[in-house]
């Protein structure tokens, strides 16, 4: 018998009217999306929660009573539900939204605000309702992720010979921006350059990028047209537009590019991993972590038949089990790794660069 699928019960916390309006109906395109309820603030989401058990809810963070954040931290502690965050584009509604993300949110979007119609972002509302639907539990990925700092020595302890790799490249989606906190900070100050392509709302990329410089040993920020590739660097791709690699002189440099979204997405990982692996792919190592789709896995097999090492993180520690997935099918992953010993494994493999 074929199986019948589930919809998906969401329940929508917002005190805008015409906000609620909008996440309402840009959900309503999705036929496997269905909208149970809605609350003006915590304290009547509360109570819709009980009554209605929604499977994924949409959370503002600037309300009246209690602010999102605070009540996303009490939902987490005592009636766990996956929670897909829509702030506001404005800066403090930035930094809320990534504090969320730490907070045990599954995805962060940009609120609708006029500017874009339905259609522009129903899909980003119902990709996040989706993945958030598939998504493991915050016990579940703490859990998983616990060993990353019981387990990390020192990088300075654990780093090896690195001078062959030129590039390390990763990519994330779906719980990428807790996976990179997790990662990052882990490898060593002279590292080889940095690559980052994360699915994130253009508002919040930069954010992210000074969240992320102010916990790592080596500095990182958002990528601009032209930069060159260093050691101890890190570019991080602002939200919205493509990164690619280039030859620059006797190194490379980046580009920053408005060609249209790839698998709907822009920045996507498979421009930056196919432009990679055209100009240097004996010399990268590339990295998928979790996430919903298969961005990134074409591109990923093009590296590995290139010569580059790759890795995808293992299904026990993503948030979605969904783009490192797609790699592994495609005999695109040389390894599997847990993200707890996912910095060893990119020493280890950028150490290796030239002895294949």
Known sequence: MRRVEKKIRVLVVDDSPLARRAIIDALATDPW????????????????????EPDVITLDMEMPRMDGLTFLRILQEHHPVPVVVVSSLTTA??????????????????????????????????????????????ATRNQARTGAKASASPPSARAGSTSQCQMILIGASTGGVEALRHLLPQLPADTPPILVVQHIPASFSGIMARHLDALCP???????????????????????????????????SVRLGKTPP????????????????EIAGPHCVAVLLTGMGSDGARGMQLLRASGARTLAEAEESCVVFGMPQAAINLGAAEQIVPLP??????????????TK
């Open 218 to 252: 080596y500095s990182v920020r958002e990528a601009e047209d032209g930069d060159e590739l260093q050691r101890g660097l890190c570019l991080v791709a602002p939200g919205n537009f493509h990164l690619s690699v280039r030859p620059s002189g006797r190194g490379y």
């Open 93 to 138: 509604g930035s930094e809320l939204a990534l504090q969320a993300l730490e907070a045990g949110a599954i995805e962060v979007l940009a609120k609708p605000d006029g500017s874009r119609s339905i259609g522009q972002i129903s899909r980003e509302l119902t990709h996040g309702v989706r993945a958030a639907a598939q998504s493991r539990s915050l």
């Open 262 to 277: 790839v698998h709907y997405c822009r920045p996507s990982v498979d421009v930056l991993f196919r432009s990679a692996a």
């Open 341 to 354: 010993q996912m910095a060893d494994a990119i020493i280890r493999a950028a150490s290796q660069q030239g």
């Open 33 to 52: 999306i269905e909208v149970v309820g809605v609350a003006a603030d915590p304290y009547f989401a509360r109570e819709r929660i009980l009554e209605l």
